[in-house]
């Protein structure tokens, strides 16, 4: 049902003129199929996978703005991360956000994705001995 309404809204959007991507092949101007812009491998696919993982997490996005809760899951702020900035970032409008919320919910999730993100490795000190090249 989750996907049933993000499609119409997809829609919805279509019919007033804003575009989430491209319908069009750009070098042929070909109309690009439902089923190619659909595709289960390359960067759609990590897009649908994160609306499903945000119908998982709807739970705690609602709490996050009704009790002040100041914890959304990982995967849940790694699925609007996504969608926000390699998707379709009008998507959590369409899914009855205000813009606010939306603002919100990527600035947290933001903040929290680049907590996680693995320091850098560390610099390993090369040997000080002294090493005999003679045969």
Request: aromatic fraction near 6%; charged fraction near 15%; hydrophobic fraction near 45%.
């Amino acid at each position: 049902m989750f996907i049933a309404i993000a499609l119409t809204s997809m829609n919805f959007n279509n019919d007033i003129g804003v575009l989430a991507r491209p319908l069009l092949d750009v070098q042929t101007a070909a109309p690009i199929s439902l089923a190619a812009r659909l595709q289960s491998n390359g960067s759609y696919s990590e897009c649908w996978d994160s609306l499903t993982e945000l119908q998982a997490c709807t739970g705690e996005v609602i709490l996050f703005f009704l009790n002040g809760e100041t914890h959304l899951g990982r995967n849940c702020c790694k699925a609007i991360h996504i969608i926000q900035h390699n998707c379709w970032p009008a998507m959590l409008g369409s899914l009855g956000f205000t813009e606010e919320e939306g603002d919100i919910l990527r600035g947290y999730c933001d903040a929290t994705v680049a907590d996680v993100l693995p320091p850098p490795s560390p610099i390993v000190p090369l040997s000080l001995a002294k090493v005999d090249l003679k045969p």
